[in-house]
């Protein structure tokens, strides 16, 4: 029996639905049983689920805050930091675990968004060391964590935080693993948005794409399993040519032109992309095997960044630009520093 702790947020029915079917891929391939073990609680910031010691690492206080819901208009939640940390994570550390999943990050994107890039991986370095001493050395110090990149919220021009904690989930890498977490995965699930669920796109009622893809992290992270694709398409370089931005992938690539919804370049006259007003949306030209080629804006300042997908709802469903070369896999939101030719 293999154990895998669940401690993500989110309405428990999605929840449930999202665990079952993350178990059942795997037992799919596995074929053994999977354990699952399942601690949520809807609508929570990560700083619940933190330790005293790993909120301490990031400057974060240990105190009581109001959380800003996502559901409800004008409504906003109470919590205590390391609350869910000493209710339902602590009375597990004994068990034998040999990985987590997580979902979770909503919460964030009004509190201590700019925090997240240390608060979540610090989070995740804590847990391993206090499962790993608490179980006696039984479940592994580094062991294998994935989680889910934040699907969607709002379908207007608005920004509710999510393209900078879709960021600062992955430390701002934009991929998993990285240097900053090591032995994790990620799923992408910007590209599975749903207006008909009752929880908010956040909690999209299609899990089977979601879990599908964490799986195979799963499978090629936690189980070493040989030649199993999990990373969708990211960006290697992105070279200023005469009249136009090439933009080159780290593997094959399935794209489309598109009519300028997904790409944003930087002009700048400062040096700096701070501003959102410095971002302008160019279209999608030519697509090759592992690149792509997008307009040069007309600007007088310099050009200095691209960006692809950061904004909170870029993409209708399964129906983003790029993908891998199978189609399966989407490329995730990146921003990318533009070198001259």
């Known amino acids: 029996m293999s154990n895998l702790l669940l401690s993500p947020e989110e309405n428990g029915n999605l929840l ?17 049983p ?3 073990v399942h601690s949520s609680w809807g609508g929570t910031p990560v700083e619940a689920w933190s330790s005293p010691r790993a909120l301490h690492k990031c400057g974060l206080m240990n105190s009581q805050f109001l959380v800003k819901s996502n559901f409800w208009e004008n409504a906003s939640t109470k919590w205590n930091s390391s609350v869910l940390w000493n209710a339902m994570i602590h009375p597990l ?37 206090a499962f790993h001493k608490g179980s006696g050395g039984q479940t592994a110090l580094h062991f294998p964590f994935g989680f889910v990149q934040l699907s969607t919220y709002h379908k207007s021009d608005s920004q509710d935080g999510f393209r900078e904690i879709r960021w600062h ?10 240097k900053r977490m090591k032995n994790t995965f990620m799923a992408v699930a910007i590209d599975v948005p749903d207006e008909r669920s009752p929880w908010g796109s956040i909690h999209p009622e299609d899990k089977e794409d979601v879990a599908y893809r964490l799986v195979l992290g799963a499978r090629a992270v936690a189980y070493g399993e040989k030649n199993v694709s999990f990373q969708g398409p ?12 090439s933009i080159v992938f780290d593997q094959g690539i399935n794209a489309i032109p598109d009519d300028g919804f997904f790409f944003e ?22 697509c090759g095997f592992d690149y792509v080629l997008v307009s040069k804006p007309k600007c007088d300042a310099d050009i200095i960044g691209v960006r692809y997908l950061w904004t909170d709802w ?5 129906a983003c630009p790029i993908y891998s ?17």
Do not use: H
Not at 96 to 120: H, P, V
Not at 269 to 285: A, F, G, Q, Y
Not at 314 to 318: L, M
């Open 34 to 36: 999977i354990g699952l």
């Open 234 to 245: 990211f960006p290697t370089q992105a070279m200023l040519k005469q009249d136009f931005i």
């Open 169 to 178: 989930q992955t430390a701002d890498y934009g991929f998993a693993p990285n």
């Open 314 to 318: 870029p993409c209708n469903f399964k």
């Open 265 to 286: 370049v930087c002009c700048s006259e400062d040096k700096t992309c701070e501003s959102d007003n410095k971002w302008l949306p160019v279209p999608i030209e030519k």
């Open 16 to 32: 449930v639905k999202f665990c079952w079917l993350f178990g059942r891929y795997l037992y799919e391939t596995l074929k053994y």
């Open 325 to 341: 070369s199978d189609g399966l896999l989407p490329a995730p939101p990146f921003i990318l520093s533009i070198t001259n030719q």
């Open 93 to 129: 550390l004994n068990m034998t675990i040999t990985g987590a999943i997580w979902y979770q990050g909503e919460a964030n994107a009004n509190y201590n968004r700019d925090k997240y890039n240390c608060s979540f991986p610090v989070m995740i370095d804590d847990w391993r060391m």
